[in-house]
């Protein structure tokens, strides 16, 4: 399982740069919301956490096609499906190698990209906070999506299509809790520790069903 996810580390930062290319996005997402709500400095303050939120989203989807394309590509899925590892155990590997090279980054360039929104430091807190809480649970839903569409040349489209909706939930609780200590006296532990129960239960849920999916393709 170490070597699983070292192999995952350097495939998420060789194969078409992933990683690299899910941070400048989030970058230029950001960046171009002040173009497009003008310069109202209040305005950008109260709606930066929820920027920040918007863009770790669609950052993490932009990449999530190329979880198990790769191995598909090369027939390393195949060895996978297999191996006598339990499958539920690999995607839960490549899922954690995959939220280290694409989401960890996106948390912590956080502070320095909401400065362009006039953030508050205990709102930039506690964005980073959520985002390092949130981000990996949207890693563990697109894993299903990514098993779904495996098969599928250019599924991106039709993964971000599945995936999306389920994203809601965290997304509501992650920008909640975000907004919280800046929008008092709005309460910060009842949605961060929603936000915590829905990463911990896409955790678990997350893998067997992407496990599931992959089998199912593979048929």
């Not at 920040?52 to 598909?72: C, M, P």
């Not at 520790?193 to 849920?205: E, G, M, N, Y």
Request: charged share 10%.
């Amino acid at each position: 399982m170490g070597a699983l996810f070292v192999r995952e580390l350097r495939l998420a930062t060789r194969v078409g740069g992933g990683a690299l290319m899910g941070a400048l996005f989030f970058l230029i997402v950001v960046t171009v919301y002040p173009f497009g709500v003008g310069p109202d400095l209040n305005l950008l303050a109260r709606i930066g956490p929820a920027i920040l939120w918007i863009g770790a989203l669609l950052a993490t989807l932009l990449s999530l096609d190329r979880l198990f394309q790769a191995d598909r590509d090369d027939g390393t899925l195949d060895l996978i499906l297999m191996g006598e590892e339990p499958l539920e155990l690999v995607v839960l590997v490549k899922c954690a190698a995959h939220w280290v090279a694409t989401g960890l980054p996106l948390v912590l360039i956080s502070p320095l990209l909401a400065l362009f929104m006039n953030m508050e430091p205990i709102a930039i807190g506690s964005t980073m906070l959520t985002l390092a809480v949130g981000t990996p649970a949207l890693t563990f839903i697109g894993a299903i999506g990514a098993g779904l569409t495996v098969t599928l040349r250019r599924g991106g489209l039709l993964l971000a299509i599945l995936v999306l909706p389920l994203t809601v939930p965290i997304l509501i609780f992650g920008v909640a809790a975000a907004n919280a200590p800046v929008l008092q006296p709005a309460p910060f532990l009842t949605p961060f520790l929603l936000l915590s129960a829905l990463t911990l239960f896409s955790a678990v849920i997350g893998p067997i069903a992407a496990a599931a999916a992959l089998r199912f393709t593979s048929d």
